[in-house]
Structure formats: structure tokens, C-alpha cells
């Protein structure tokens, strides 16, 4: 069979690596930490991204190229574009590198974002809050995750700390205003070179601390707001002329507007429900997707909700895994446990994940809820 070159050797390359076996192709994964997530269940040459030799030689041995890791430098990608497939392109990669950049293309795409500036100095950022109000949200253009490079202004009083904090990233910087949403969505497309399209169902996320922790499938919004979330990833998936997954993270408003607040080029922490509760994993979709396959059926066999497993959850996880789940019997739930491999187990570092498949969402919510594994972000976001 083929082979399938890797950028990037987490969790996102394992669960690929693990889709993509059972469709016949082989995995090799470039990544600079030895025996990883992916390096346990696929070749890997262990060297930095922005090695040129490393590169060549992932290029040499695979037959199509993606990646796992938004951060490649687009030139290693360009590079690569030069030495083998790369059905992606480096264009989108660039494109949502940068919020600036990223914000510009969904609004060309004709899709509406949060009211935003670039910042550029310090009074830029003074004027931009007053014509924004309070609170607004600064970001690093480049390089943030899990909310870090941000900060939620609460008043003109914390402009110069703020610009002055995030600076150091020597990043541009936006501003945006606050969207005082009722939920957070995503909505993860796919479409192939030869331009096929579908979309996973919508999920509704639940962040604490910034991180995700719930994503709860089907979505409790409205039938109506569901089908234009729908509609407004494939306009995305299209407009910028994905290949590959495309996940779409949204605010959602009381009065059911809809706003786009970031893209991420690849399969998504907020997806991870499709591996038990689809027809079709968004692992497989993306595979399906690189390799021009036809698309698989996203569809939906049961509501479930998915849960992040941090590393302080894994020891209670492991004492519950080892003797037969009552709880789950009661509730008529089954508890689906995804474990990355990591060996070290730091406070807030994404260590797994738990799908709970249930007839409904009240009895998977029930099923996290009661173990108390996840009781410290339970009461945090349930207040
Ligand atoms: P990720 O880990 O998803 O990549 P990130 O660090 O890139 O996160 P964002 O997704 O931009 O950060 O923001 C993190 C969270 O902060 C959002 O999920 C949302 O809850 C909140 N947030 C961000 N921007 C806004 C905004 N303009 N208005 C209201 N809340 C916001
Ligand atoms: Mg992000
Ligand atoms: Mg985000």
C-alpha cells in the first residue's frame, strides 16, 4: 500500500496513523520528540521540522504528505511541495498561522467573524478599546492555543500592561471585541482535490480554563442554527479551497448569530467524538480526503459526549477502568477510554479522551458527572 508522510507526531498523528492502517496505508511521521504518540504505532524520523535534510527524507519515502501540527513552517511545506504530494498546499496553512490573515479570508469567503483590529502600538490599541468597549479580548496573531497569547481587557486601565505582556511574543497583535455568546460550535468539513464536500455534525464545546472539556453531540441548539453552522463550514471548506478537514469553531448568540472565531487545518480536539459515535471517524474522513478517496458518511449513530482527559485525571480513570463500570450499566452507557501514550502526566496536559455513547445526553452527562473524575471543571463551569 501507500505510504502517508506525517508533519507532526502527536495524538492528532497516532489516531490517524491508527484510521488510516485499517484502509492498508502505511505511516511515517516527522517529529523532534522521540517515541511519541505517533512514533509508538509508526515509523518517525526523529529531527525538527525545519530540518531540510529530515524533510527530503519523509519526502523520499512517502507517497502524499500532510500534516497534525498548524506550526510547520509554511517554507518546509513549500519546500516539500517541491519533493512530493502535498494535496494541502502550503496556502491555507499560511493563511491560518495568522488571525489576521485568517480573519480576512472568512470574511472573503463572505462569513462573519467578531468585529476586529489590528494593533499595532499602544494608542492603537487604546482607540480600538474605547470604540469597542469593554470588555474585548487582545491575541497574538501567531502561535496561541489553549487561550494562551491572549487577554481580556476589563478596562482602559490594563491597555498598557496588556500591550506591553503580549508584545513580548514579537507577533502582530488583534484586537476583538467581546462576543457575549450563549455557545461555543464547531463544525469540521472535508473536501478532496476533486472537490468533494461533507460535514461531521455540529458540536457544542464546553471550555474551562481554556481548554477543551466537553464536546456534546448533537448540538443543543436549533434544527434551523444547526443546518447553517452546517452550511457555513462547507461556505468555509470552499471558499478557501480546503483539502483535507477544515474544523470551524463558532460563537453562537442569543439572538442565533452566528461567528466564526477560528480554523484549524486538520483534525480537531472537538471531533474526537466521531471515532465510535460516526459512520466515519474524522481520522478516516481526512485520510479518505489526502489520499482523493471518495468521502465516507459522517453521520451521526448516537448522541455521546466526548471528555478530555488531563493529566490529573488518569489516575482515577485507570482505577475506574479496572473494575466493571456499575455506573455505566445503570445509566445504560458505554464508556469509550482513548489513551495518547504519553509517558508524563502534567496537570492540564491533554492525556486522552473519553467518548460516552448514551441514548441521550442527559445520561452521558450524568455518567461524567457522577464518576467525579472530572469534579474540580464540573463545578467550575456547572455554576
Ligand atoms: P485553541 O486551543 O482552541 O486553539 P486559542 O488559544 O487559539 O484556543 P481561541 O479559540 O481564540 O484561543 O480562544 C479561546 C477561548 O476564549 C474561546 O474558545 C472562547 O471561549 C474565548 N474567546 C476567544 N475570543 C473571544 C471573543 N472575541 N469573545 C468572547 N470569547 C472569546
Ligand atoms: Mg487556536
Ligand atoms: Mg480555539
Same mark, same amino acid.
Not at 237 to 245: C, K, T, W
Given at each position: 500500500g501507500a505510504t502517508i508522510g506525517v508533519l507532526g507526531g502527536g495524538q492528532l498523528g497516532r489516531m490517524l496513523a491508527n484510521a488510516g492502517s485499517e484502509l492498508g496505508y502505511r505511516f511515517v511521521t516527522l517529529d523532534?520528540?522521540?517515541?511519541?504518540p505517533m512514533g509508538q504505532v509508526a515509523e518517525q524520523i526523529v529531527a525538527?521540522?525545519?530540518?531540510a535534510e529530515a524533510a527530503r527524507k519523509l519526502a523520499q519515502q512517502a507517497d502524499v504528505i500532510t500534516y &497534525?501540527? &498548524?506550526?510547520?513552517s509554511s517554507e518546509v511545506a513549500g519546500m516539500l511541495m517541491q519533493e512530493a504530494y502535498?494535496?494541502?498546499?502550503?496556502q491555507l496553512l499560511h493563511t491560518t498561522q495568522h488571525r489576521l490573515r485568517e480573519k480576512r479570508a472568512i470574511e472573503a469567503a463572505g462569513v462573519q467573524v467578531a468585529p476586529y483590529r489590528e494593533i499595532t502600538s499602544v494608542e492603537e490599541l487604546r482607540q480600538a478599546v474605547e470604540q469597542f468597549g469593554t470588555p474585548c479580548v487582545l491575541k497574538t496573531?501567531? #502561535? #496561541?492555543?489553549?487561550?494562551? #497569547?491572549?487577554w481580556v481587557i476589563r478596562? @482602559?486601565?490594563e491597555v498598557e500592561e496588556a500591550f506591553s505582556t503580549l508584545s513580548k511574543a514579537k507577533t502582530e497583535l488583534v484586537l476583538e471585541q467581546f462576543i457575549h455568546f450563549s455557545k461555543e460550535i464547531s463544525v469540521i468539513a472535508a473536501r478532496s482535490p476533486r472537490g468533494e464536500v461533507k460535514v461531521f455534525p455540529a458540536a457544542e464545546n464546553i471550555h474551562v480554563s481554556n481548554i477543551l472539556h466537553l464536546s456534546i453531540v448533537?448540538? =443543543?441548539?436549533s434544527d434551523v442554527l444547526r443546518a447553517e453552522a452546517e452550511q457555513l463550514a462547507l461556505k468555509i471548506a470552499e471558499g478557501l479551497q480546503a483539502v483535507g478537514l477544515i474544523a470551524v469553531e463558532m460563537f453562537v448568540t442569543d439572538d442565533e448569530q452566528l461567528y466564526v472565531n477560528e480554523l484549524a487545518p486538520r483534525p480537531h480536539?472537538?471531533?474526537?467524538?466521531? +471515532? &465510535?459515535?460516526? @459512520?466515519?471517524s474524522q481520522f478516516e474522513q481526512h485520510v479518505r480526503a489526502v489520499c482523493n478517496l471518495p468521502l465516507g458518511d459522517p453521520s451521526l449513530t448516537t448522541p455521546v459526549v466526548m471528555v478530555n482527559v488531563l493529566g490529573q485525571h488518569v489516575e482515577p480513570l485507570l482505577d475506574r477502568m479496572a473494575t466493571e463500570d456499575e455506573l455505566a450499566k445503570e445509566l445504560h452507557v458505554t464508556a469509550k477510554v482513548h489513551l495518547y501514550g504519553k509517558a508524563e502526566a502534567a496537570?492540564? =496536559?491533554? +492525556?486522552g479522551h473519553v467518548n460516552v455513547l448514551a441514548s441521550s445526553i442527559e445520561q452521558a452527562m450524568a455518567w461524567i458527572e457522577r464518576t467525579g473524575i472530572w469534579k474540580d471543571e464540573w463545578s467550575s463551569w456547572n455554576k
Amino acid at each position: 500500500g501507500a505510504t502517508i508522510g506525517v508533519l507532526g507526531g502527536g495524538q492528532l498523528g497516532r489516531m490517524l496513523a491508527n484510521a488510516g492502517s485499517e484502509l492498508g496505508y502505511r505511516f511515517v511521521t516527522l517529529d523532534p520528540t522521540p517515541n511519541g504518540p505517533m512514533g509508538q504505532v509508526a515509523e518517525q524520523i526523529v529531527a525538527a521540522y525545519s530540518d531540510a535534510e529530515a524533510a527530503r527524507k519523509l519526502a523520499q519515502q512517502a507517497d502524499v504528505i500532510t500534516y &497534525e501540527f &498548524e506550526n510547520v513552517s509554511s517554507e518546509v511545506a513549500g519546500m516539500l511541495m517541491q519533493e512530493a504530494y502535498v494535496p494541502q498546499g502550503n496556502q491555507l496553512l499560511h493563511t491560518t498561522q495568522h488571525r489576521l490573515r485568517e480573519k480576512r479570508a472568512i470574511e472573503a469567503a463572505g462569513v462573519q467573524v467578531a468585529p476586529y483590529r489590528e494593533i499595532t502600538s499602544v494608542e492603537e490599541l487604546r482607540q480600538a478599546v474605547e470604540q469597542f468597549g469593554t470588555p474585548c479580548v487582545l491575541k497574538t496573531a501567531t #502561535g #496561541g492555543y489553549d487561550g494562551k #497569547g491572549q487577554w481580556v481587557i476589563r478596562s @482602559l486601565d490594563e491597555v498598557e500592561e496588556a500591550f506591553s505582556t503580549l508584545s513580548k511574543a514579537k507577533t502582530e497583535l488583534v484586537l476583538e471585541q467581546f462576543i457575549h455568546f450563549s455557545k461555543e460550535i464547531s463544525v469540521i468539513a472535508a473536501r478532496s482535490p476533486r472537490g468533494e464536500v461533507k460535514v461531521f455534525p455540529a458540536a457544542e464545546n464546553i471550555h474551562v480554563s481554556n481548554i477543551l472539556h466537553l464536546s456534546i453531540v448533537p448540538a =443543543r441548539i436549533s434544527d434551523v442554527l444547526r443546518a447553517e453552522a452546517e452550511q457555513l463550514a462547507l461556505k468555509i471548506a470552499e471558499g478557501l479551497q480546503a483539502v483535507g478537514l477544515i474544523a470551524v469553531e463558532m460563537f453562537v448568540t442569543d439572538d442565533e448569530q452566528l461567528y466564526v472565531n477560528e480554523l484549524a487545518p486538520r483534525p480537531h480536539n472537538s471531533g474526537h467524538y466521531t +471515532m &465510535e459515535a460516526c @459512520l466515519t471517524s474524522q481520522f478516516e474522513q481526512h485520510v479518505r480526503a489526502v489520499c482523493n478517496l471518495p468521502l465516507g458518511d459522517p453521520s451521526l449513530t448516537t448522541p455521546v459526549v466526548m471528555v478530555n482527559v488531563l493529566g490529573q485525571h488518569v489516575e482515577p480513570l485507570l482505577d475506574r477502568m479496572a473494575t466493571e463500570d456499575e455506573l455505566a450499566k445503570e445509566l445504560h452507557v458505554t464508556a469509550k477510554v482513548h489513551l495518547y501514550g504519553k509517558a508524563e502526566a502534567a496537570h492540564n =496536559r491533554k +492525556m486522552g479522551h473519553v467518548n460516552v455513547l448514551a441514548s441521550s445526553i442527559e445520561q452521558a452527562m450524568a455518567w461524567i458527572e457522577r464518576t467525579g473524575i472530572w469534579k474540580d471543571e464540573w463545578s467550575s463551569w456547572n455554576k
